[in-house]
């Protein structure tokens, strides 16, 4: 445990904006928040929940609502972990920054999630590149309450280890699985699509923007199209993956991965705003203000 947690972000560097990875595990120094930084999880609190209501999955709001996560302070990992250790037995964990990825994986195998414990600055409240307090506790915290979704979570830590094992193909593969569920996932309930996805409901244009806009793809889930899509970290997704329930993944990824990865390898990417033979779409994206290069 270290006594005096660093605030680490990304650098900007003449080489762009590098991750800075630490492995530290510190102690939620909750009593050194500012006023500003309570503000800031005020500010944003409010503005997602009223923007999220009937956008979001249920169960996400459901959720907050039962680990108590209001507007008035920021939350208390120790109070959450209260409530977390009774319905899943998951365990947040405080940490400075950006996890190196076998780290992270190691992590979600033993059903701890990594929560970086500072809160951005007033002047990123629209954007910040890489994961604060905000985005992981507002965003990633919430489902860790369904027990479904707990379950598949540590399944893909455990998935994530054994990638990391066999290549770097198959690390992309599996990263590509996280990125279009945990990150930007969307599911089907009564009433039209819903989102789950964490990078959607912690972003206040991404909220919109995947469920109002005519611009990107909605298909169906596909565990293997989705393994081979190209994504994007610099602007909104080009396309959604759509599921009927959180049991639909788990069953989904039940199955060892590890001789899809040789047949994917055989397959290639594909970019992501292409449709493709086979997909359920859902709506065919019209590409309005698409920037044709990018995907990673
Ligand atoms: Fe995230």
């Known amino acids: 445990m270290s006594a005096e947690p660093r605030r680490v972000e990304h650098q900007q560097t003449d080489k762009g904006n590098v991750p800075v990875y630490t492995t530290a595990i510190v102690e939620q120094p909750w009593s050194s928040y500012s006023a500003e930084d309570h503000a800031t999880w005020a500010t944003l609190f409010r503005r997602q929940r009223e923007l999220l209501k009937g956008r979001a999955s249920r169960e996400f709001i459901d959720n907050q609502e039962r680990f108590g996560m209001s507007a008035e302070a920021i939350p208390r990992y120790e109070e959450l972990n209260a409530v977390l250790a009774k319905a899943t037995g998951w365990q947040l964990i405080g940490v400075e920054g950006l996890l190196p990825e076998l780290d992270f994986f190691d992590h979600l195998a033993n059903r701890r999630f990594p929560v970086t414990w500072w809160i951005r600055r007033p002047d990123q409240i629209d954007y910040i590149a890489e994961p604060d307090l905000f985005h992981d506790l507002f965003g990633h915290v919430p489902l860790l309450l369904n027990p479904?979704?707990?379950?598949?979570?540590?399944?893909?830590?455990?998935?994530?280890?054994?990638?990391?094992?066999?290549?770097?193909?198959?690390?992309?593969?599996?990263?590509?699985?996280?990125?279009?569920?945990?990150?930007?996932?969307?599911?089907?309930?009564?009433?039209?699509?819903?989102?789950?996805?964490?990078?959607?409901?912690?972003?206040?244009?991404?909220?919109?923007?995947?469920?109002?806009?005519?611009?990107?793809?909605?298909?169906?889930?596909?565990?293997?199209?989705?393994?081979?899509?190209?994504?994007?970290?610099?602007?909104?997704?080009?396309?959604?993956?759509?599921?009927?329930?959180?049991?639909?993944?788990?069953?989904?990824?039940?199955?060892?991965?590890?001789?899809?990865?040789?047949?994917?390898?055989?397959?290639?990417?594909?970019?992501?705003?292409?449709?493709?033979?086979?997909?359920?779409?859902?709506?065919?994206?019209?590409?309005?203000?698409?920037?044709?290069?990018?995907?990673?």
């Open 148 to 296: 479904v979704f707990a379950d598949y979570m540590q399944a893909y830590g455990c998935g994530g280890v054994k990638a990391h094992g066999i290549s770097a193909e198959a690390l992309a593969n599996l990263t590509r699985l996280y990125w279009y569920t945990v990150e930007f996932g969307l599911i089907r309930e009564e009433g039209g699509l819903r989102i789950y996805g964490s990078g959607i409901v912690s972003s206040k244009g991404e909220s919109i923007h995947c469920l109002d806009s005519a611009a990107p793809n909605r298909i169906g889930f596909d565990l293997l199209r989705i393994m081979r899509t190209r994504y994007r970290i610099d602007t909104y997704q080009k396309t959604y993956f759509v599921i009927d329930s959180f049991d639909q993944l788990m069953q989904a990824t039940l199955p060892d991965f590890t001789p899809l990865y040789a047949s994917l390898a055989a397959q290639g990417s594909i970019p992501a705003g292409d449709i493709i033979d086979g997909d359920d779409v859902v709506h065919r994206g019209t590409g309005e203000g698409w920037s044709s290069e990018g995907d990673v």
